[in-house]
Every structure is written in C-alpha cells, then in structure tokens.
T-cell receptor
Framework: AQSVTQPDIHITVSEGASLELRCNYS??????LFWYVQSPGQGLQLLLK??????LVQGIKGFEAEFKRSQSSFNLRKPSVHWSDAAEYFC???????????FGTGTSLTVIP | NAGVTQTPKFRVLKTGQSMTLLCAQD?????MYWYRQDPGMGLRLIHY???????AKGEVPDGYNVSRLKKQNFLLGLESAAPSQTSVYFC???????????FGPGTRLTVT
C-alpha cells in the first residue's frame, strides 16, 4: 500500500540556519514525489516535484529535494531559512492506478529570529 | 485568472443537515479532487474526477457524494452531516499527466 511518513511533526530553526525536512514513502512503482507548502489559512502550493531523471530537484523559494531510491526518501532542504518560510510542509506521492495521491501528515516549521 | 475557488469559506451545520460545497477552476484542468484535512492526519482524498461527467471514490468517500456536470465545477455534497465530518475541505485541480495540483483556499466546516 502507498503511504508517506513525515517523522517530524514540528521543527524550529533560527533564521539563516539550514533546514532539512524528512519524507519517507512506500510505493509499489517508481513514484512521483511532491513537496507542498501551506501558509496559515491558505491552500497548498507546490514547492517542487520529482518525476524522473536528476535525483536532486530545485523548486521555488530556494528549496531543493533529493530523491534516494535506496532509502525511499525525498527530503526537502534549504540552505538558509527566512522568517517567511514558517508554514506547514507536506510531502506527497502518487498517483496510483486510480489517480490517487497520498499526503504525509505534515511538518510544521517555526522560524525564530 | 482566479485559479481554484471554493464556496463557502466557512459553514456551521447541525447534525443531519445537508449542504453542498462548490469548487470552480478556470484553468481548463481535466482532473479535480476533493480532500479533507484533519489535525495530525494530513490530507485525505474523498473523491476525484478525471473529466466532465466522471467521478471516482478516494480514500475516505463514505458520507459524501460528488458531481462534475461541467468541466470547471466539482461539487461535494453531504446528505446528512455528522460531527465526524467537521474538517477543512480542499479542492484541487490539475492537467492530465501533470499531476501538479492547484489548491483552493479551503472551506472550514463545523458540524455540531
């Protein structure tokens, strides 16, 4: 069965520090992987996606993620966090044969000055 | 270009009442989705549609019905609301084969 695990419910980092959010997935085939960001009271916005090819993908707002098949992971990174990055981050995998996507439970990021 | 819009933004229902949530998109997307978001559970797919006139069940379809009579609209109905349906509901849409989903701002529903 397909599933996504985000082990960290909440992370706090200082502004300017580096960030890594973890995502592990379970998927029967080669997955399509996504990271979305949700600001308070808003819908989700796509940060980046991996379909195939280069395992290091670049996204918007200075984020990047690396696909590691051997570890079933797709971790999100940013070298230097800005206060405006405070939000909830969701990892997702899919689609399955029924065109369904599976989201992780999210990681809430707090940025302290 | 409004993207994905949802109506209403907030709603309070009493147990047993019915209501319809409307999702509209102006990007000519084929695929549309309804999710619910609950604390600690992420987003779970309720129903989805791969084109006008078609719908399919997602992960948590019980208690909900949907219709896609027009390509740009996707309606989510609750026939007899229950407190367990208190949630934030998100609609999303995407192009065929893109799988990048565009989300609406959400509808916060409380069932008392």
């Amino acid at each position: 069965a397909q599933s996504v695990t985000q082990p960290d419910i909440h992370i706090t980092v200082s502004e300017g520090a580096s960030l890594e959010l973890r995502c592990n997935y379970s998927y029967g085939a080669t997955p399509y992987l996504f990271w979305y960001v949700q600001s308070p009271g808003q819908g989700l916005q796509l940060l980046l996606k991996y379909f195939s090819g280069d395992t290091l993908v670049q996204g918007i707002k200075g984020f990047e993620a690396e696909f590691k098949r051997s570890q079933s992971s797709f971790n999100l990174r940013k070298p230097s966090v800005h206060w405006s990055d405070a939000a909830e981050y969701f990892c997702a995998v899919g689609p399955n044969t029924g065109n369904q996507f599976y989201f992780g439970t999210g990681t809430s990021l707090t940025v302290i000055p | 270009n409004a993207g994905v819009t949802q109506t209403p933004k907030f709603r309070v229902l009493k147990t047993g009442q019915s209501m319809t949530l409307l999702c509209a998109q102006d990007m000519n997307h084929e695929y549309m989705y309804w999710y619910r978001q609950d604390p600690g559970m992420g987003l779970r797919l309720i129903h989805y549609s791969v084109g006008e006139g078609t719908t399919a069940k997602g992960e948590v379809p019980d208690g909900y019905n949907v219709s896609r009579l027009k390509k740009q609209n996707f309606l989510l109905g609750l026939e007899s609301a229950a407190p367990s349906q208190t949630s934030v509901y998100f609609c999303a849409s995407s192009w065929v084969g893109s799988y990048e989903q565009y989300f609406g701002p959400g509808t916060r529903l409380t069932v008392t």
